[in-house]
T-cell receptor
Framework: AQKITQTQPGMFVQEKEAVTLDCTYDTSDPSYGLFWYKQPSSGEMIFLIYQGSYDQQNATEGRYSLNFQKARKSANLVISASQLGDSAMYFCAMREGFTNAGGTSYGKLTFGQGTILTVHP | SAVISQKPSRDICQRGTSLTIQCQVDSQVTMMFWYRQQPGQSLTLIATANQGSEATYESGFVIDKFPISRPNLTFSTLTVSNMSPEDSSIYLC????????????FGPGTRLTVL
């Protein structure tokens, strides 16, 4: 079974609009982390945002926010005020395993299939 | 955050040859990882490179095909052996970013084309 599911192969958004990229996950581990990465055409993987399973509040990083719904096992990425430079592949990922108070975790990272976001001017 | 570099950035190789990819981290890290990303696909973990011990390989990946070295806490190599066109992929090295966010930072990747 897929541990990370991204159901949107491609998404389009108008510049300056907000867009939500969907991600659902499957785990029985109570301790896990959820990540979003951006991969432009250059191929590099750019870390965007992180949400821990014990975090009470949704994570935010600038124009990125994570809509974390633990009971539904979803971790959707919201990009506000889209820019042309946001056009890229976006990956949701999960890391299961032990997470201590300092945040150190040793589980492996499992990626979803990705969503290609295209921002139109 | 950790800064990761990889060499080479890209290469075109002949079938049957081997290529060694180097990964350098600017700080000491416990865990380093090697991923493969085939064209149009997601990332798949090849193995976890452990300092001072054998690498831990994921299902479908074997040491004879992808030998890995981890001589110290800042460096690792991945060799793609006896290459075939199916090995054409981006190979990415990553490392734990530190004790707070659990994130993994990635190198820029190595684009490999096998003819």
């Amino acid at each position: 079974a897929q541990k990370i599911t991204q159901t949107q192969p491609g998404m389009f958004v108008q510049e300056k609009e907000a867009v939500t990229l969907d991600c659902t996950y499957d785990t029985s581990d109570p301790s896990y982390g959820l990540f979003w990465y951006k991969q432009p055409s250059s191929g590099e993987m750019i870390f965007l945002i992180y949400q821990g399973s014990y975090d009470q509040q949704n994570a935010t990083e600038g124009r990125y926010s994570l809509n974390f719904q633990k009971a539904r096992k979803s971790a959707n990425l919201v990009i506000s005020a889209s820019q042309l430079g946001d056009s890229a592949m976006y990956f949701c990922a999960m890391r299961e395993g032990f997470t201590n108070a300092g945040g150190t975790s040793y589980g492996k990272l499992t990626f979803g299939q990705g969503t290609i976001l295209t921002v139109h001017p | 955050s950790a800064v990761i570099s990889q060499k080479p950035s890209r290469d075109i190789c002949q079938r049957g040859t081997s290529l060694t990819i180097q990964c350098q981290v600017d700080s000491q890290v416990t865990m380093m990882f090697w991923y493969r990303q085939q064209p149009g696909q997601s990332l798949t973990l090849i193995a976890t490179a452990n300092q001072g011990s054998e690498a831990t390989y994921e299902s479908g990946f074997v040491i004879d095909k992808f030998p890995i070295s981890r001589p110290n806490l800042t460096f690792s190599t991945l060799t793609v052996s006896n290459m075939s066109p199916e090995d054409s992929s981006i190979y990415l090295c990553s490392a734990d970013g530190g004790p707070i966010y659990n994130e993994q930072f990635f190198g820029p990747g190595t684009r490999l084309t096998v003819l």
